[in-house]
Protein backbone atom coordinates (compact mmCIF):
# COMPACT_ATOMS: atom_id res chain seq x y z
CA UNK A 1 0.00 0.00 0.00
CA UNK A 2 1.44 3.33 -1.27
CA UNK A 3 1.34 5.77 2.16
CA UNK A 4 0.28 9.47 1.54
CA UNK A 5 3.64 11.76 2.29
CA UNK A 6 3.96 14.02 5.34
CA UNK A 7 4.78 17.55 4.50
CA UNK A 8 8.20 18.32 5.55
CA UNK A 9 9.08 21.78 6.53
CA UNK A 10 13.08 22.71 6.65
CA UNK A 11 13.41 24.87 10.07
CA UNK A 12 17.12 26.07 9.53
CA UNK A 13 20.07 23.57 8.15
CA UNK A 14 19.40 20.25 9.41
CA UNK A 15 16.87 21.18 11.39
CA UNK A 16 13.14 20.20 10.32
CA UNK A 17 9.59 19.83 11.29
CA UNK A 18 7.55 16.87 10.17
CA UNK A 19 3.93 17.37 9.56
CA UNK A 20 2.16 13.82 11.01
CA UNK A 21 -1.41 14.57 8.61
CA UNK A 22 -1.60 17.41 10.78
CA UNK A 23 -2.47 16.10 13.51
CA UNK A 24 0.75 16.54 15.52
CA UNK A 25 4.19 17.72 14.24
CA UNK A 26 7.44 16.01 15.26
CA UNK A 27 11.10 16.87 14.18
CA UNK A 28 14.52 15.64 12.90
CA UNK A 29 17.74 17.05 14.01
CA UNK A 30 20.50 15.79 11.83
CA UNK A 31 24.15 15.42 13.35
CA UNK A 32 27.72 15.45 12.20
CA UNK A 33 27.21 11.85 13.73
CA UNK A 34 23.78 10.96 14.06
CA UNK A 35 20.41 12.29 14.19
CA UNK A 36 17.44 12.86 16.62
CA UNK A 37 13.82 12.39 16.23
CA UNK A 38 12.01 14.41 18.50
CA UNK A 39 8.58 12.80 18.92
CA UNK A 40 7.61 10.10 16.38
CA UNK A 41 3.89 10.88 15.76
CA UNK A 42 0.78 9.28 16.65
CA UNK A 43 1.32 5.68 14.49
CA UNK A 44 -0.06 6.59 11.20
CA UNK A 45 2.41 4.57 8.82
CA UNK A 46 5.99 4.28 8.73
CA UNK A 47 7.88 7.35 9.90
CA UNK A 48 11.11 5.75 8.58
CA UNK A 49 9.76 6.90 4.99
CA UNK A 50 10.18 10.51 4.81
CA UNK A 51 13.44 10.63 7.41
CA UNK A 52 15.31 8.45 4.82
CA UNK A 53 14.63 10.98 2.53
CA UNK A 54 17.00 13.69 4.73
CA UNK A 55 19.12 11.20 6.17
CA UNK A 56 20.39 8.07 6.29
CA UNK A 57 22.28 8.23 10.33
CA UNK A 58 21.91 6.33 12.95
CA UNK A 59 18.38 7.90 14.32
CA UNK A 60 17.44 8.35 18.52
CA UNK A 61 14.27 9.31 19.90
CA UNK A 62 13.97 11.87 22.45
CA UNK A 63 10.25 11.86 23.38
CA UNK A 64 9.07 14.64 24.97
CA UNK A 65 6.53 13.05 26.79
CA UNK A 66 3.73 10.02 26.32
CA UNK A 67 0.72 10.99 24.82
CA UNK A 68 0.18 8.33 21.90
CA UNK A 69 0.11 11.48 19.26
CA UNK A 70 3.76 11.92 20.20
CA UNK A 71 5.31 8.33 20.60
CA UNK A 72 2.79 6.17 18.98
CA UNK A 73 5.37 5.56 16.08
CA UNK A 74 8.38 5.09 18.62
CA UNK A 75 8.73 1.54 18.14
CA UNK A 76 10.36 1.49 14.94
CA UNK A 77 13.44 2.67 16.37
CA UNK A 78 15.82 0.97 19.08
CA UNK A 79 17.24 3.93 20.52
CA UNK A 80 14.28 6.09 22.66
CA UNK A 81 14.70 8.07 25.58
CA UNK A 82 11.64 9.57 27.71
CA UNK A 83 11.15 11.03 31.08
CA UNK A 84 10.02 7.70 33.42
CA UNK A 85 7.52 9.97 35.31
CA UNK A 86 5.38 9.44 32.15
CA UNK A 87 5.78 5.73 32.44
CA UNK A 88 2.12 5.29 33.58
CA UNK A 89 0.98 7.80 30.88
CA UNK A 90 2.48 5.81 27.89
CA UNK A 91 1.36 2.39 28.99
CA UNK A 92 -2.01 3.36 28.96
CA UNK A 93 -1.74 5.23 25.62
CA UNK A 94 1.24 2.74 23.76
CA UNK A 95 0.30 0.48 21.19
CA UNK A 96 -3.67 0.50 21.12
CA UNK A 97 -4.50 0.49 17.22
CA UNK A 98 -8.39 1.56 18.24
CA UNK A 99 -7.02 4.49 20.59
CA UNK A 100 -5.22 5.89 17.31
CA UNK A 101 -8.32 5.23 15.35
CA UNK A 102 -10.28 7.22 17.88
CA UNK A 103 -7.86 10.03 17.90
CA UNK A 104 -7.54 10.02 13.92
CA UNK A 105 -11.67 10.05 13.54
CA UNK A 106 -11.66 13.06 16.44
CA UNK A 107 -8.87 14.99 15.49
CA UNK A 108 -8.77 14.27 11.66
CA UNK A 109 -12.09 16.28 10.72
CA UNK A 110 -10.96 19.50 12.90
CA UNK A 111 -7.21 19.34 11.76
CA UNK A 112 -7.12 17.38 8.29
CA UNK A 113 -10.37 18.55 7.25
CA UNK A 114 -9.16 17.90 3.26
CA UNK A 115 -8.11 14.40 4.31
CA UNK A 116 -9.75 10.81 3.96
CA UNK A 117 -10.10 9.92 7.37
CA UNK A 118 -10.55 6.09 6.32
CA UNK A 119 -6.93 6.03 4.53
CA UNK A 120 -5.32 7.68 7.49
CA UNK A 121 -7.21 4.59 9.80
CA UNK A 122 -6.01 1.67 7.55
CA UNK A 123 -2.10 3.37 7.72
CA UNK A 124 -2.07 2.06 11.43
CA UNK A 125 -0.42 -0.87 12.07
CA UNK A 126 -2.84 -3.40 13.56
CA UNK A 127 0.28 -5.68 15.31
CA UNK A 128 2.02 -2.97 17.14
CA UNK A 129 4.00 -4.28 19.84
CA UNK A 130 2.10 -3.22 23.27
CA UNK A 131 5.05 -2.52 25.56
CA UNK A 132 7.83 0.37 24.94
CA UNK A 133 10.94 -0.12 26.04
CA UNK A 134 13.32 3.44 26.56
CA UNK A 135 15.70 4.61 28.85
CA UNK A 136 15.00 7.54 31.35
CA UNK A 137 16.05 11.40 30.25
CA UNK A 138 16.23 14.09 33.02
CA UNK A 139 16.92 18.04 33.47
CA UNK A 140 20.29 18.72 31.83
CA UNK A 141 20.85 15.52 29.87
CA UNK A 142 22.72 16.47 26.62
CA UNK A 143 22.87 14.28 23.56
CA UNK A 144 25.58 15.08 21.00
CA UNK A 145 24.99 14.71 17.51
CA UNK A 146 28.47 15.91 16.35
CA UNK A 147 28.31 19.99 16.06
CA UNK A 148 24.95 19.88 17.70
CA UNK A 149 24.23 19.32 21.29
CA UNK A 150 20.46 19.28 22.38
CA UNK A 151 20.14 19.67 25.83
CA UNK A 152 17.25 18.57 28.02
CA UNK A 153 14.45 20.38 29.99
CA UNK A 154 11.77 19.07 32.13
CA UNK A 155 8.61 21.16 31.81
CA UNK A 156 6.00 19.35 33.52
CA UNK A 157 2.71 20.60 33.56
CA UNK A 158 0.18 18.90 30.66
CA UNK A 159 1.63 15.40 31.58
CA UNK A 160 3.94 14.92 34.86
CA UNK A 161 7.26 14.07 32.66
CA UNK A 162 7.15 16.38 30.18
CA UNK A 163 10.44 17.79 28.57
CA UNK A 164 11.87 19.91 25.90
CA UNK A 165 15.19 19.73 23.75
CA UNK A 166 17.27 22.66 23.18
CA UNK A 167 18.83 23.08 20.20
CA UNK A 168 22.72 24.67 20.69
CA UNK A 169 22.71 25.38 16.93
CA UNK A 170 19.63 26.91 16.13
CA UNK A 171 18.72 27.74 19.89
CA UNK A 172 15.19 26.41 19.20
CA UNK A 173 13.37 24.54 22.34
CA UNK A 174 11.53 21.68 20.96
CA UNK A 175 8.51 21.31 23.65
CA UNK A 176 6.33 18.80 22.34
CA UNK A 177 2.99 19.88 24.32
CA UNK A 178 4.62 21.90 26.80
CA UNK A 179 4.62 24.76 25.43
CA UNK A 180 1.81 24.84 22.19
CA UNK A 181 -0.52 28.16 21.45
CA UNK A 182 -2.88 26.09 23.51
CA UNK A 183 -1.59 24.48 26.86
CA UNK A 184 -4.10 21.88 28.32
CA UNK A 185 -4.21 20.71 31.85
CA UNK A 186 -6.60 17.81 31.96
CA UNK A 187 -9.21 16.81 34.42
CA UNK A 188 -9.81 13.32 34.40
CA UNK A 189 -13.54 13.80 35.06
CA UNK A 190 -15.79 16.87 36.14
CA UNK A 191 -16.41 15.46 39.48
CA UNK A 192 -12.47 15.57 39.97
CA UNK A 193 -12.92 19.26 39.80
CA UNK A 194 -9.46 21.66 40.82
CA UNK A 195 -5.95 21.20 38.92
CA UNK A 196 -4.69 23.72 41.28
CA UNK A 197 -1.48 21.35 42.09
CA UNK A 198 -1.17 20.87 38.54
CA UNK A 199 -1.44 24.65 38.17
CA UNK A 200 1.46 25.35 40.50
CA UNK A 201 3.91 23.00 39.01
CA UNK A 202 3.23 24.52 35.66
CA UNK A 203 4.20 27.55 37.28
CA UNK A 204 7.17 25.67 38.67
CA UNK A 205 8.19 24.67 35.08
CA UNK A 206 7.90 27.93 33.58
CA UNK A 207 10.11 29.70 36.29
CA UNK A 208 13.12 27.68 35.55
CA UNK A 209 12.29 27.91 31.58
CA UNK A 210 13.30 31.21 32.80
CA UNK A 211 16.70 30.24 33.58
CA UNK A 212 16.87 29.25 29.78
CA UNK A 213 15.15 32.50 28.36
CA UNK A 214 18.17 34.14 27.00
CA UNK A 215 19.86 31.15 25.47
CA UNK A 216 16.30 30.21 23.66
CA UNK A 217 15.27 31.61 19.80
CA UNK A 218 11.93 30.21 19.35
CA UNK A 219 9.92 27.81 20.67
CA UNK A 220 9.02 24.78 18.51
CA UNK A 221 5.07 23.07 19.02
CA UNK A 222 3.75 20.09 19.32
CA UNK A 223 0.76 20.79 17.03
CA UNK A 224 0.13 23.91 14.50
CA UNK A 225 2.88 26.27 13.91
CA UNK A 226 5.78 25.22 14.24
CA UNK A 227 7.22 28.10 15.48
CA UNK A 228 6.11 30.32 18.31
CA UNK A 229 7.80 33.73 19.45
CA UNK A 230 9.45 32.82 22.67
CA UNK A 231 7.50 35.83 24.80
CA UNK A 232 4.60 32.74 25.30
CA UNK A 233 6.84 31.44 28.44
CA UNK A 234 6.35 35.32 29.82
CA UNK A 235 2.52 34.63 28.90
CA UNK A 236 1.78 31.53 30.28
CA UNK A 237 3.61 32.19 33.72
CA UNK A 238 1.88 35.31 34.26
CA UNK A 239 -1.61 33.74 33.61
CA UNK A 240 -0.57 30.92 36.37
CA UNK A 241 0.56 33.38 38.82
CA UNK A 242 -2.54 35.20 38.62
CA UNK A 243 -4.93 32.37 38.33
CA UNK A 244 -3.09 30.80 41.65
CA UNK A 245 -3.52 34.46 43.29
CA UNK A 246 -7.40 34.25 42.42
CA UNK A 247 -6.88 37.55 40.59
CA UNK A 248 -7.98 35.61 37.34
CA UNK A 249 -10.18 32.76 36.54
CA UNK A 250 -10.86 31.03 33.15
CA UNK A 251 -14.87 30.74 31.42
CA UNK A 252 -16.64 27.33 30.78
CA UNK A 253 -16.27 26.65 26.99
CA UNK A 254 -16.84 23.82 24.38
CA UNK A 255 -14.97 23.84 21.43
CA UNK A 256 -15.33 20.88 18.91
CA UNK A 257 -11.72 18.75 20.63
CA UNK A 258 -12.16 20.75 23.93
CA UNK A 259 -14.33 21.58 26.54
CA UNK A 260 -12.99 23.32 29.61
CA UNK A 261 -12.45 25.97 31.61
CA UNK A 262 -9.40 28.27 29.71
CA UNK A 263 -7.72 31.97 30.02
CA UNK A 264 -6.08 33.65 27.50
CA UNK A 265 -3.26 36.53 27.31
CA UNK A 266 -0.96 37.42 24.49
CA UNK A 267 0.27 34.39 22.85
CA UNK A 268 -1.00 32.29 25.20
CA UNK A 269 -4.07 30.15 26.00
CA UNK A 270 -4.32 27.88 29.07
CA UNK A 271 -6.98 24.82 29.47
CA UNK A 272 -6.52 24.83 33.04
CA UNK A 273 -9.51 22.41 33.86
CA UNK A 274 -10.08 20.23 30.31
CA UNK A 275 -12.10 17.45 30.18
CA UNK A 276 -11.08 16.55 26.74
Not at 172 to 190: E, V
Not at 244 to 254: A, D, H, R, T
Amino acid sequence: MTQLKKEIIKLADNEYCIRDYNLDNYYLIVGDKKSALIDTGSGIGDPRLEIREITDKDILVLLTHGHLDHAGNAYYFDDIYMNERDDELLDEHFGNPDMIKWFIETRGPVRFPKGDIEELKSYVNENMPDKLKYKNVSEGDKFELGTTVLTTIEIPGHTKGSVGYLSSSTKYLYAGDALNQGIIIPCKSKEQGSTKKEIETMRSSLENLMNYYDDIDKICMGHDGPFKDKSIIKDYLSLCKDLLSGKIKGQYESQEIREGYVVRRGLAEFWYEAYR
